[in-house]
C-alpha cells in the first residue's frame, strides 16, 4: 500500500465535552462522533500547555514548551527547531499549512519564511483572530501576499484545505489544518457562530461547571456552540472531499484541539488554568492504524500526537521527542503507558502540575510572573481535586488534613515527571495552615489511584 496521507484538523479552545462522543446532548458534532466510533477515540486527551502558542509549540516539535522556549504566547518557535514539517518532508511528503500558526514573533499577520516550521505550501496567518472576522478572512500565502477568502471564516479554511487535497502531485501529502473556532474574536470578546447558529443553542444545555459557576457562559456559550456545529459540518466537508477523491481509506485524520475554554470561571480570562475546562480536549484518530480502534481510556497528552503520527506513517520518531506513540496501546501493549500526566501553565500564573485516574495536583510560584519567568525554583501547592467525587472540581482539598497522604504521593509524582521533562527540580512548598476534614478520609490506596 502506498504511504498514507496525514491531515491534522485542529481546532482552537474547544472543550472535550462539546461532542457527543463525551455525552454532550445537543448533537454539535456528529462528524466528530462517527470518526470516533469508527476509528480510536482518545477519551482522556489533554494539552500539556493550555494556551495558543505554547500548545501549538508542542504539537508541532513533540516537546515540551520550556525545553523549545515557546513558553508563552509571542515567542517564535526555534529555527533549529525540528517540526513534524521537517519529518514528514525527510519521509518523501510534500507539506502544507493552512490557517492560524502563533508561533512567529512578526505580529499577527505574515509570517516570515523562516519562522514556518518548514512548511512548504502555506497560506496562513500567525494570529488568525486579528487578521480576520468571522465573514472576513484574510490570510497570507507562500509569498506573504494577502489572500481574502470568501464565507464564514470556518467555511473559507475549508475551501483552501479541500483545494490543496485535490491538487495533483506524485507524493504523499501531510497537511495542517489550523481553524481559529471556536476562540472568542477578541477585538470585541465574542464567539460568533455563522448567521442562524446561535440561536440553536440559546437556553440549552449546560456544562455542569458552568452551571455552577457561571462565567460568561450566559453571554457566550450559544456563539461557541454554533461555531463548534460548522467546524463539525467542516470536518464532515474534508471527509467528503476524501472519499470523492479515492483517498479516504489510506489518509490518516488527527482531530484535536489546543485547550479547552472555562468561561472566565477559573480566572478573568478563558484559560490558563490547571481545570479540565482548560486541560481537556476532543481528540480522535480515523485511517490506517487506527480504524476500529474503538475507546481508549488511558490518559493521553497533545505531546504524544507528533510521535503517533509519524510511527502511523512508518516514519522514524525523533530521539528529542518527549512524547510517546499511543500505536502499542491500540495494539494491547499497555504494562509501560503512564498512569498520570504532567502539564505546564503559564501566563495566568509560573504553574505545574499532574493529573491521574482519579486526581488533579497543581502546584504555583507565586513569587515569578507567568509572562516573563519559564519555570522556578520554588512552588507552593494550590490545588487537588478528587476527580471521583468532585469531577467538575468545585471543591479545592489542597488543604484538608485528610489528604496529606495524598499530596505526598502526588508530589514525588509530579517531581519525577519534570525531571523527564528535563526541568530542574524544584523545591515544593505545602500550602499552608490546614483545615480539619469533614466526614473525608483518604486511605494510602486511594491516595495512590
Not at 281 to 286: K, M
Not at 404 to 410: A, G, Q, S, T
Amino acid at each position: 500500500m502506498a504511504a498514507p496521507n496525514v491531515i491534522v484538523f485542529f481546532t482552537d479552545q474547544q472543550r472535550w465535552d462539546t461532542t457527543g462522543a463525551h455525552g454532550n446532548p445537543l448533537d454539535l458534532t456528529p462528524n466528530f462522533d462517527r470518526m470516533s466510533r469508527e476509528g480510536t477515540h482518545v477519551s482522556q486527551s489533554f494539552t500539556c500547555q493550555p494556551v495558543c502558542g505554547p500548545a501549538r509549540s508542542v504539537l508541532q516539535t513533540g516537546m515540551y514548551a520550556t525545553s523549545t522556549g515557546c513558553y508563552r504566547n509571542g515567542i517564535a518557535l526555534p529555527p533549529d527547531s525540528r517540526t513534524l514539517a521537517h519529518c514528514f518532508r525527510d519521509g518523501g511528503y510534500t507539506t502544507g499549512y493552512i490557517g492560524k500558526w502563533h508561533l512567529a514573533d512578526a505580529g499577527p499577520g505574515p509570517v516570515p519564511e523562516e519562522q514556518r516550521g518548514g512548511y512548504e505550501y502555506w497560506l496562513a496567518s500567525n494570529a488568525l483572530e486579528f487578521t480576520s472576522d468571522a465573514y472576513d478572512t484574510v490570510m497570507y500565502d507562500v509569498d506573504n501576499r494577502p489572500v481574502k477568502l470568501p464565507g464564514y471564516r470556518v467555511d473559507a479554511v475549508t475551501d483552501a484545505a479541500v483545494r490543496y487535497i485535490d491538487s495533483p502531485r506524485s507524493q504523499p501529502f501531510f497537511l495542517f489544518v489550523s481553524y481559529i473556532e471556536p476562540h472568542h474574536q477578541n477585538h470585541r470578546d465574542d464567539y460568533p457562530a455563522p448567521g442562524g447558529y446561535a440561536e440553536r443553542y440559546r437556553a440549552r444545555w449546560t456544562p455542569p461547571d458552568l452551571a455552577a459557576l457561571g462565567g460568561s457562559a450566559q453571554r457566550h456559550l450559544a456563539g461557541y456552540c454554533g461555531m463548534i456545529r460548522r467546524l463539525d459540518e467542516a470536518l464532515g466537508r474534508l471527509t467528503d472531499a476524501l472519499q470523492s477523491l479515492g483517498q479516504l481509506d489510506n489518509t490518516i485524520l488527527l482531530f484535536t484541539s489546543d485547550h479547552g475554554n472555562h468561561f472566565r470561571t477559573r480566572n478573568a480570562e478563558y484559560k490558563r488554568s490547571v481545570h479540565e475546562s482548560s486541560l481537556r480536549v476532543p481528540t480522535a484518530l480515523r485511517g490506517p492504524g487506527f480504524d476500529g480502534g474503538g475507546h481508549l481510556p488511558q490518559l493521553v497528552s497533545l505531546i504524544d500526537m507528533p510521535p503517533t503520527l509519524l510511527d502511523a506513517a512508518g516514519l522514524p520518531v525523533p530521539e528529542e521527542m518527549q512524547g510517546r506513540s499511543i500505536l502499542p496501546l491500540l495494539q494491547g501493549q499497555t504494562q509501560d503507558w503512564c498512569d498520570d500526566l504532567f502539564f505546564q501553565v503559564s501566563e495566568s500564573c509560573v504553574g505545574r502540575g499532574i493529573r491521574t485516574q482519579r486526581w488533579k495536583y497543581g502546584v504555583v510560584a507565586s513569587d515569578r510572573d507567568g509572562n516573563r519567568d519559564s519555570a522556578a525554583e520554588r512552588y507552593t501547592e494550590t490545588w487537588l481535586y478528587d476527580l471521583l467525587a468532585d469531577p467538575d472540581e468545585l471543591h479545592n482539598v489542597v488543604d484538608l488534613d485528610s489528604h496529606i497522604e495524598v499530596r505526598e504521593v502526588m508530589r514525588a509524582r509530579l517531581l519525577r515527571r519534570m525531571a523527564q521533562a528535563g526541568e530542574a527540580l524544584p523545591v515544593i512548598m505545602p500550602p499552608g495552615a490546614l483545615r480539619q476534614a469533614q466526614q473525608l478520609n483518604v486511605s494510602e490506596a486511594e491516595a495512590r489511584s
